[in-house]
C-alpha cells in the first residue's frame, strides 16, 4: 500500500530497482543452466546437431534424428563454394520440412554454370520419422531432399541411428548408417532400382519430381558422432560424388569420400562447426536452435497490484449500497477513476457501462501480446476501483472500437481466489466467454479517447527476394504513421514512406503472361516518397457472432479500391467462416494518389478451422488479383505467443505456363514475436513470407485490418491456454 | 575506389538509420511499432553502456536507521544474482485456507507472496512463481506446520504453466540464537527437504521466533529461474 522506502536506498533508488530488475534478468539469462540441484525449469531437450543442408545429422550425410517438437532451425553452412542457407523447422513431433537457399560457385573458366557465376536454387526437403530408438532398436528414419523443381539437391534416404553411451567412453556416440538415392546415391552405388527421371530444362518447375524419388543407383553412407559437453566430433563416409560440382562447375576436386569435423556448443542456441570434407576441402557451419516455447529472454512484466477484498475497505453495510448508480456523476467518477487505473498497466479504457451490481468494461490493450494478462489486469483495476456493490465483471477486449469477445467473471471469485494454489485453473473454472455484442446505449464512452489521434515515425525495411543475380534486395527508410479515430468503430490511417536507400529498383524486370499484379514490383520501386497507405475504416458488430468491417482507399502500394468483410465466429468454436469482397484499381507506380487502368472485382470465402498442437487451418476459395480464380490453403502453427510458422499454396484456373516459374504461388510465412525475443510486453512480431518465386497467379490484395487474426485472439480457445497469465 | 565508396556509403547508411531508429517516435492510443520497441531496446542498452556509471550501494544496516523506520520491511536478497532490496507490506490478508497472507513489495513493482511466511508467488520477475501450496496451518507459529506434497506453478511454455511436485520432510534442527543487525532472537530451526517428483532436490530453511512464533529469518527456493531467495524481517 505504501511506496516509501529506506531512506539510504533512496538517494539511488532507480538505480537499485534497475540493478534487481535489469541485472538479475540479464543474470539469469546468461546461466540457464546454473540451477544445482534444484529441480529443473520446464523441460528443454538437447536437439540433435545438424550437416551442410541443416537437417539432423552428420557432415554432408542425415541421421534418423528428429529435432524437439516445434523447433526451428536456421543453420549457415560453407564449403567449396558451396554456401546453404537453411531453415529446418519440425512440424510435427515426427515430421520436419526444410526450405534451403544455396548458391553454387562456378570454377570454370570456360564456361558459365546456367548462365552465372554463382548458380542460386531454392529447395523444400521433408523428413519422417518411422520409429523412435528403443533400447536396443535404432531411431529410423526417411527423408526427401530437394523433392520439387529441378531437384539439383534431390535425393532420398532411409537413415537409422542408435546412440551408445558405452563405459570406456566419456560422453556420448551416435552410429548412423543409410541408403541413399539420387546425389546421395551418386558414389559407391551398390544396386539399382528402376530409371530416375530427370528435370527437363525450360519446364516450368514447382511439380512433385515423383518419377525421381527412390529411383536409380542406391549407395551407402555412414558416420559416426561423438559428444561430450560443449564439444563433438564427427567423421563420415560420404556417397554424394558432387558430380555437378567436380564436373562442369570445376569448383573443387573430390579425392575422398570420408568426412571428418569439430562442433562447438557456443550458447544453447549457437553450434559452430569447422570440417575437412572430400580430403581437398576446408568447411564452416552455424546452427542455430530456437524454440517457439522457450523463449530467447524470459518474460517480465511489472507485478500487478493485489486484489484486495471488500470486506476490508467496505464493512458497513451502507457502503453497499447500489444508490451511486443512479448518479450520473457518480458514474463519471467511477469511469474516470478505471480509466486511471488501467492506465497504470498501459490500457485503455474505451468505454464503461455500470449499473449497481454489474459492470462492463471495454478496453483497448496495445501493450500485452496476451490478452489473457490484459484480461487480468483489467480485472483488478475494476476490483479497485468500483464500488463495493458491482459483483459482475464484464470485460470486452476490442480493437479499432470492434469488440472481440467478452469474459464474465465475479468479483468474490477475484477475491477467494488470487492466492490459492492453482489459482488460474480455479478462476478459469469460474470464468465465462461470451459474444461481445454491442456496447449499451447507457455505455459511458471515454471523453479523452475521442476523437483521437496517433502518430509515428519509424524507420522500415523492405526486402526482396531471389533475384539470380543479387539473391537478396533491400530497401531501407522511415515510415510517418498517423491515425485518426472521430468515433469507436470509425479510423482513417495512412502511412507516408521515405526511403533513404536501396537497390530493390535495380532489380529484374517482371515478365508475365497475366496482368502484371505483383512481378512489376521493380517498377514500384523506382520512387522515393511515397503515399503507403490511406484508407478509411469502419468496424462493426451486425449481429451474434458477426463482425464486420468495410473500407475504402489506398490499402497497399500497389492497389487501392473497396473492401468489405464479414465474420462469424462463436467465442466457443473453433471453426470461423467469412466473406470478403473488394474492387479495386492498380495504383500508379509512383504511389501517389493516381490509378491505372486495371481494376478487379476480387474476394473469396474463407474457412478457419483451429487444430490440435496450434495448428490453423486457412482454406480461401475465389477470385484473385489478376482475374483468376481457385483456392489458397494455408496451415499454420500459430502460438499463443504470436510465433507463427507455416506454409500455403494457390491453386488457380491459370495453367502452370501462364503463370510461369513455379507452376502454382506456394510460399512459407513466419513470425517472431518481439516478446519471445526481448522478454517485454509487446504486440509486435517480425513477419516474413517467402515465396521460391513471386509471380502474378493466385495474389490477393493486401487489406489492413483483415477480422479474423484479432477476433481469435479474445475467444476461448486463446484465453484458455493462456489462462495463467491471467493472476500475471 | 568503387570499394572505397561502399563502404563510405554503407558507413552512412549505418549512421542515418541508427539516427533513424534513435530519432524515431510514436504517440497517441495506437500499438507501438515494432521498429520503434526495437529502438527502444537499443537506447537503453546504449544509455546502460555509456550512460553515467552509476552504481548503487545497498545501504548499510545499522540498528539506529532500523529504529528511525516506522514501516514494516524485509529485506530479500536473490542469491544467485547476488541482489538486495527491501521491501514493504503491500497487502495482508486471510482468505479460506489457513494462514495469514502477505504481499510485500519494491518500488519497482517487483512482489513476493507469503503464507504464515512461505512463498507462495513472485511477480515482476523473470520465470515467475505464479501459485504454491504449502503446509501452513495458521495455528499461531509462522513456517511450515508439517512435511508432505508441495505444488507450485511457474510461468513456461507457450504462454502457459508447468508444476513443479515436491515431497517434503520437516525436520527441527533445534534452538538457535538469531542476530538480525544488532538484536538477538531465540529462535527454532525447522528445515525442509524436499524431492522433485522428476528428480532434484530443495531445502528451505526458516528461522521462527521460540517465543511469539514470528518467522525472522528464511531461505526459500522461488524456482528454477531465480533459484533461492533470503528474507529477513528487519522492522516489524
Known amino acids: 500500500m505504501t511506496r516509501r522506502n529506506f531512506q539510504t536506498a533512496q538517494r539511488s533508488p532507480a538505480g537499485l530497482r534497475r540493478m534487481l530488475t535489469g541485472v538479475a534478468g540479464l543474470a539469469l539469462l546468461t546461466q540457464p543452466l546454473a540451477a544445482q540441484e534444484a529441480p529443473a525449469g ?3 531437450e538437447t536437439p540433435p546437431s545438424l550437416n551442410f543442408y541443416g537437417a539432423p545429422g552428420l557432415i554432408d550425410m542425415p541421421s534418423a534424428e528428429m ?16 554456401g546453404r542457407v537453411n531453415l529446418q523447422a519440425q512440424a510435427l513431433p515426427w515430421m520436419t520440412l526444410a526450405f534451403r537457399y544455396t548458391g553454387i560457385r562456378n570454377g570454370n573458366p570456360n564456361q558459365l554454370l546456367f548462365g552465372f557465376n554463382t548458380y542460386y536454387d531454392r529447395n523444400f526437403d521433408v523428413r519422417f520419422r518411422l520409429w523412435e530408438e528403443g533400447r536396443y532398436r535404432p531411431a529410423v528414419a526417411v527423408g526427401l531432399q530437394d523433392f520439387a523443381g529441378t531437384g539439383l539437391f534431390g535425393s532420398e534416404y532411409i537413415v537409422a541411428t542408435k546412440t551408445f553411451e558405452p563405459e570406456a567412453l566419456p560422453g556420448r556416440l551416435k552410429v548412423t548408417a543409410g541408403l541413399g538415392w539420387g546425389r546421395f546415391g551418386s558414389q559407391g552405388a551398390i544396386a539399382t532400382l528402376g530409371t530416375r527421371g530427370s528435370f527437363t530444362a525450360g519446364d516450368t518447375g514447382g511439380e512433385l519430381s ?14 559416426v558422432e561423438w559428444t561430450h559437453g560443449k564439444w563433438g566430433v564427427k567423421a563420415e563416409y560420404s556417397s554424394d560424388a558432387y558430380e555437378l560440382e567436380t564436373g562442369s562447375a570445376q569448383v573443387f576436386e ?23 570434407l572430400y580430403g581437398s576441402e576446408f568447411g564452416v557451419t552455424a546452427q542455430i536452435q530456437m524454440n517457439p516455447r522457450h523463449p530467447a529472454t524470459k518474460m517480465q512484466v511489472p507485478a500487478p497490484t493485489p486484489v484486495v477484498p471488500r470486506s476490508t475497505w467496505a464493512p458497513e453495510e451502507a457502503l453497499w449500497s447500489e444508490a451511486w448508480a443512479e448518479s450520473r456523476s457518480a458514474r463519471v ?49 475494476m476490483a479497485r476501483t468500483l464500488p463495493p456493490s458491482v459483483e459482475t465483471f464484464r470485460i470486452v477486449p476490442t480493437a479499432r472500437g470492434l469488440g472481440l469477445g467478452a469474459v464474465e467473471l465475479r468479483r468474490s471469485d477475484l477475491e477467494a481466489l488470487e492466492f490459492t494454489p492453482e489459482a488460474a485453473d480455479a478462476l478459469w473454472a469460474v470464468t465465462g466467454v461470451q459474444d461481445a455484442g454491442v456496447a449499451s446505449a447507457e455505455a459511458l464512452v471515454s471523453e479523452e479517447l475521442y476523437p483521437s489521434f496517433s502518430s509515428s515515425i519509424s524507420p522500415y525495411a523492405s526486402p526482396s527476394y531471389f533475384d539470380p543475380s543479387v539473391p537478396f534486395r533491400i530497401d531501407l527508410g522511415v515510415d510517418l504513421k498517423a491515425g485518426y479515430s472521430p468515433a469507436p468503430g470509425w479510423h482513417i490511417g495512412g502511412t507516408i514512406r521515405q526511403r533513404f536507400w536501396g537497390n530493390v529498383a535495380d532489380g529484374r524486370p517482371g515478365n508475365s503472361r497475366l496482368q502484371p499484379v505483383r512481378t512489376d514490383a521493380r517498377e514500384y520501386a523506382q520512387y522515393d516518397t511515397t503515399l503507403n497507405q490511406l484508407y478509411v475504416e469502419r468496424r462493426w458488430k451486425p449481429g451474434h457472432n458477426l463482425y464486420a468491417r468495410a473500407s475504402a482507399g ?6 487501392g479500391g473497396l473492401s468489405g468483410e464479414v465474420l462469424w465466429k462463436p467465442v466457443n468454436s473453433a471453426l470461423g467462416l467469412g466473406l470478403e469482397l473488394n474492387y479495386v484499381r492498380q495504383r500508379d507506380f509512383e504511389q501517389r494518389l493516381g490509378f491505372q487502368d486495371y481494376d478487379v472485382l476480387t474476394g473469396h470465402a474463407s474457412a478457419y478451422l483451429e487444430l490440435p498442437k496450434s495448428y490453423l487451418l486457412q482454406v480461401d476459395a475465389g477470385r484473385y488479383l489478376a482475374g483468376d480464380l481457385g483456392a489458397t490453403v494455408s496451415l499454420t502453427r500459430t502460438f499463443n505467443n504470436g510465433w507463427r510458422l507455416g506454409g500455403f499454396f494457390t491453386l488457380t484456373d491459370v495453367s502452370a505456363e501462364d503463370f510461369g516459374e513455379g507452376s502454382f504461388d506456394k510460399g512459407i510465412t513466419l513470425t517472431v514475436p518481439v516478446a519471445w525475443l526481448l522478454g517485454q510486453p509487446s504486440r509486435n512480431g517480425y513477419g516474413l513470407t517467402i515465396r521460391p518465386t513471386q509471380r502474378d497467379g493466385g495474389q490477393r490484395v493486401s487489406v489492413p485490418g483483415r477480422l479474423y487474426g484479432q477476433v481469435r485472439e479474445a475467444h476461448r480457445r486463446s484465453l484458455e491456454q493462456q489462462r495463467a497469465r491471467f493472476w500475471e | 575506389m568503387r570499394r572505397g565508396m561502399k563502404t563510405g556509403l554503407t558507413r552512412a547508411l549505418g549512421a542515418g538509420l541508427l539516427l533513424a531508429l534513435l530519432a524515431s517516435c510514436a504517440r497517441g492510443p495506437e500499438a507501438t511499432p515494432l521498429e520503434l520497441e526495437i529502438g527502444k531496446v537499443v537506447r537503453d542498452q546504449l544509455g546502460q553502456r555509456f550512460g553515467k556509471a552509476e552504481k548503487p550501494q545497498p545501504p548499510t544496516l545499522t540498528r539506529a536507521l532500523l529504529d528511525s523506520i516506522k514501516e514494516p520491511h524485509i529485506e530479500v536478497v536473490i542469491e544467485e544474482a547476488e541482489l538486495r532490496d527491501y521491501l514493504t507490506l503491500q497487502l495482508a490478508r486471510r482468505d479460506e485456507l489457513p494462514g495469514r497472507i502477505e504481499v510485500w513489495r519494491t518500488v519497482d513493482n517487483i512482489s513476493f507472496a507469503f503464507r504464515d511466511g512461505m512463498l507462495i508467488s513472485t511477480r515482476g520477475l523473470r520465470g515467475t512463481m505464479l501459485s504454491a501450496s504449502v503446509p501452513a496451518d495458521g495455528q499461531g507459529a509462522m513456517g511450515p506446520a508439517s512435511g508432505g506434497q508441495r505444488t507450485y506453478a511457474f510461468r513456461g511454455d507457450d504462454e502457459g504453466a508447468f508444476d513443479v511436485n515436491l515431497a517434503c520432510e520437516l525436520q527441527d534442527l533445534g534452538a538457535e540464537s538469531l542476530e538480525i543487525v544488532g538484536l538477538t532472537y531465540p529462535v527454532r530451526h525447522l528445515q525442509e527437504r524436499c524431492s522433485g517428483s522428476r528428480g532434484g532436490e530443495v531445502v528451505n530453511d526458516y528461522w521462527i521466533d521460540s517465543r511469539s512464533g514470528r518467522l525472522w529469518q528464511s531461505r526459500q527456493w522461488a524456482g528454477p529461474s531465480v533459484g533461492y531467495i533470503r528474507i529477513r524481517q528487519v522492522v516489524i
Open chain 1, 42 to 44: 520446464f523441460a528443454w
Open chain 1, 67 to 82: 529435432l524437439p517438437d516445434a523447433q526451428f532451425a536456421p543453420s549457415l553452412s560453407y564449403f567449396a563454394g558451396q
Open chain 1, 210 to 223: 515423383t518419377d525421381q524419388w527412390f529411383r536409380g543407383d542406391v549407395a551407402p553412407f555412414a558416420g
Open chain 1, 254 to 276: 573430390r579425392r575422398s569420400s570420408f568426412n571428418f569435423g569439430v562442433e562447438y556448443q557456443a550458447s544453447r542456441q549457437l553450434r559452430l562447426g569447422a570440417y575437412y
Open chain 1, 333 to 381: 467518477k467511477a469511469r474516470d477513476l478505471l480509466a486511471e487505473a488501467l492506465k497504470q498497466d498501459g490500457l485503455i479504457l474505451e468505454s464503461v457501462t455500470l449499473e449497481g451490481t454489474r459492470a462492463e468494461a471495454r478496453i483497448r490493450n496495445t501493450r500485452y501480446g496476451s490478452e489473457s494478462l490484459a484480461l487480468g489486469r483489467t480485472a483488478r483495476a
Open chain 1, 554 to 559: 489506398y490499402f497497399e502500394s500497389m492497389f
